[in-house]
């Protein structure tokens, strides 16, 4: 997925401004980092990117489409093409590893069969594939994390966004995953992660877009 900001803003009700003539180019199949002090406006920006949000001003394309001109009928269907990973996990406690993975393909619609498939698929990818049974609660924070990524990339998405996924984990473990991100990035999907970890972020050496305040002051390539 490519996707273009073209001097994006965004000021909520209240008066404040928490993006200012943003701008950015993020190519179909790259991967970059998002980064800045909290509050910069990294969470909106990637609600922007999900329709969750609308900006006030500038223009967001994707794919060549028009954000602001899309039909409301249209958002489900955008919506499906992106996968996002939370700090937190966002794990339903009352189900199963399998069944948390599988939720964003039930609401498709997909059958049993294609389900099961494409779960435990999900699941190799992140190492997690003999604990489809068990529930989430009985995992470690780092496999919960892995259970929230599968259920990102169940749906084979064409672009992941991540915010914060590596916030509770520790060094070792922040790394697997970052490294997760990467092998999915190798086979196409555009990434983009907002993360304030700059050591794990230069280790990893891709573009990095830095906000302070709202703007982007900083767009560096490592590549």
């Known amino acids: ?3 273009e900001f073209q001097n994006v ?3 909520y009700e209240s ?30 920006l990637l ?6 949000e609308r900006q006030s001003s500038g223009r ?11 039909g409301k009928s249209l958002i489900p269907l955008h919506r499906r093409r992106i ?21 964003p393909l039930q ?22 594939l003999g ?9 470690s924070g780092g496999e919960q994390q892995r259970v929230g990524i599968a259920r990102a990339v169940v749906n084979k998405p064409q672009l992941l966004l991540a915010d914060e996924p590596t916030g509770n984990l520790d060094p070792k473990l922040s790394a697997e995953i970052m490294n997760l991100f990467q092998e999915f990035n190798h086979v196409g999907t555009t990434v983009l992660v907002a993360s304030h970890d700059l050591a794990l972020i230069a280790r990893m050496r891709h573009r990095v877009l830095t906000l302070n305040q709202g703007r982007i002051v900083n767009d560096g390539g490592f590549n």
């Open 9 to 11: 803003g965004k000021k």
């Open 15 to 44: 008066g404040q401004e928490a993006l200012a003539q943003v701008s950015f180019h993020l190519q179909q199949g790259e991967m970059a980092f998002l980064t800045g002090h909290s509050g910069a406006g990294k969470s909106t």
């Open 1 to 3: 997925m490519e996707i």
């Open 131 to 139: 604990k489809e049974k068990y529930n989430p609660m009985a995992l």
């Open 60 to 70: 967001i394309i994707v794919d060549g489409t028009d954000l602001l001109a899309m």
């Open 47 to 52: 609600k922007l990117m999900m329709m969750i």
């Open 83 to 103: 996968g996002v990973v939370f700090q937190n996990h966002q794990l339903l406690f009352d189900r199963s590893v399998f069944d948390n993975v599988a939720l």
């Open 107 to 128: 609401v498709t619609g997909a059958d049993s069969a294609q389900i099961g498939k494409r779960v435990r698929a999900a699941l190799d990818k992140v190492g997690l």
